[in-house]
């Protein structure tokens, strides 16, 4: 612990002079977002020496609870996971041959989750009751709803809406569809909860799914599922920094000149020390694999590039299960007929390109249609309408730049704000057509910059890059 806080002392008596006499990163970072920043950095590159049991338990330290905020735990009965393991037994079919059915067999109790909101907001007796469904990030094996209380403390400052946030099971002692199961189950709780919990059914409509990172891209996976399950559609979804390649084949994720504190893919994001969990998650998937691959039970949904000689790329899927829509939402076979999307992402964020396709895909289906391997497959979805999609880019910011105190955080809340009342308020009122915007540390809205076009030219979307920019730049 020592040694901790004196590396941390040392790390911040160099950072302020480098800060003073060099200059910050990016020209609009002050010194406490610089520090910020760097300590991000430097826990996220400094981790191969800690087990993953180790790295959870840092991540799950509760942020105080924000002046002005109420939380109120409670716990969701398992009976809505048995719902969602219902709907998701249908949609999941075409790749059960590539999960482990595990999944199914229940271990615990019930998901904690907590409403954020003021107080006496009056929720219950108003006729719209605005509500954020918040699905928190750290990459499917971090964090929980109660490190994410800054976030999910200022939406409800910020929109006067109510949030429910959940810990929703975590990899790798939980993989692919778990956490899935979980978001669905608390979905399914506001459209019917029980008897006593003090409030209606609610409207879907009065309903944003949002989310953080991992959570962005759960967040997107919901949706996914919900529209596939045919389940009413909620108003909106308003992702920052959503996580939506698990292959990393954007050139974002290899950019020796961006200044995210994400580290740049290196081959596999399994870096950590060994432990009792890494070594039953390798066994277990090791073991999976070999049987995907000699009992030929089903299609190959992957991509070669997927097949790792050095063992599993991720915590949350196995390799063969990367590219399934519902890990992967950049790579469904389609993005149309989703309610209304808001999409952020700082220009200097590891996986910024990923958004930006995305948005595009969402935006425009019939152009742009996703991997190589699925071509043809967009033509015999029954999902070609156009989503109305937002994208935001904003400029000097890294990744879930939201966490930090920065002009464009007071910006993007503002934004975020905007567009739950905006989908929830006015739900018969036309949306402004969809838009891709850049957005200047002053708040000046811009078209995209030619650097964020080159990701929709890109020719390897949903294949594993090797981990050399030479591969990138020969393309680009």
Not at 98 to 117: R, S
Not at 211 to 238: V, Y
Not at 390 to 412: G, R
Not at 441 to 467: A, M, Q, R, T
Request: aromatic share 10%; glycine share 6%.
């Amino acid at each position: 612990m020592f040694e901790f806080v004196n590396n941390t002392l040392l790390l911040n008596i160099s950072l302020i002079i480098k800060h003073y006499l060099i200059g910050p990163p990016k020209p609009s970072w002050d010194l406490k977002y610089h520090q910020t920043w760097a300590m991000a950095k430097s826990m996220s590159e400094n981790t191969s020496n800690m087990t993953i049991e180790q790295i959870q338990s840092v991540s799950f330290q509760p942020y105080p609870t924000p002046a002005g905020v109420m939380i109120n735990e409670f716990k969701i009965n398992n009976k809505y996971r048995h719902e969602a393991q219902v709907h998701l037994n249908k949609i999941l079919k075409p790749y059960e041959h590539v999960l482990d059915p595990e999944w199914k067999n229940l271990k615990d109790d019930g998901i904690n989750a907590e409403w954020v909101h003021v107080p006496d907001d009056e929720w219950e007796k108003k006729e719209i009751r605005k509500t954020i469904l918040y699905l928190h990030g750290g990459g499917y094996y971090l964090c929980n709803k109660d490190s994410c209380r800054n976030i999910t403390g200022s939406l409800a400052k910020w929109t006067n809406a109510r949030v429910l946030a959940i810990d929703y099971r975590l990899a790798p002692q939980n993989p692919f569809p778990a956490a899935l199961q979980d978001a669905l189950a608390a979905y399914l709780y506001l459209l019917n909860p029980p008897k006593d919990t003090g409030f209606e059914p609610l409207n879907p409509k009065n309903i944003v799914i949002a989310g953080d990172s991992a959570g962005g891209g759960l967040s997107l996976a919901l949706g996914l599922a919900i529209r596939d399950a045919g389940l009413p559609s909620c108003a909106g979804i308003s992702c920052w920094g959503p996580w939506v390649d698990l292959t990393h084949s954007t050139p974002s994720n290899l950019d020796d000149e961006c200044a995210d504190f994400m580290p740049k893919f290196k081959g596999s994001n399994i870096i950590q020390a060994k432990s009792q969990v890494l070594n039953e998650y390798k066994e277990k998937t090791a073991a999976l694999t070999e049987k995907i691959k000699k009992q030929n039970l089903g299609p190959k949904i992957w991509h070669d590039s997927f097949d790792r000689p050095d063992g599993v790329l991720q915590f949350y899927a196995p390799n063969e299960g990367l590219a399934i829509p519902y890990v992967s939402p950049m790579l469904a076979e389609s993005l149309g007929n989703l309610p209304p999307l808001l999409l952020v992402a700082g220009d200097e964020e590891r996986i910024r390109d990923e958004v930006i396709y995305l948005a595009h895909r969402s935006a425009e289906p019939t152009k742009y249609k996703g991997p190589s391997y699925n071509a043809g497959k967009f033509e015999k979805s029954p999902f070609q309408t156009p989503t109305n999609t937002t994208l935001e880019i904003y400029d000097e910011m890294p990744h879930v730049f939201q966490m930090m105190e920065h002009p464009s955080t007071t910006k993007s809340y503002e934004r975020t704000s905007e567009f739950i009342d905006r989908v929830i308020n006015s739900p018969n009122e036309p949306l402004p057509p969809s838009s891709y915007n850049y957005i200047s540390i002053k708040g000046e809205f811009n078209p995209l910059k030619e650097h964020h076009k080159k990701v929709l030219d890109w020719e390897k979307i949903g294949i594993v890059p090797s981990v050399t920019r030479n591969e990138f730049n020969s393309t680009l």
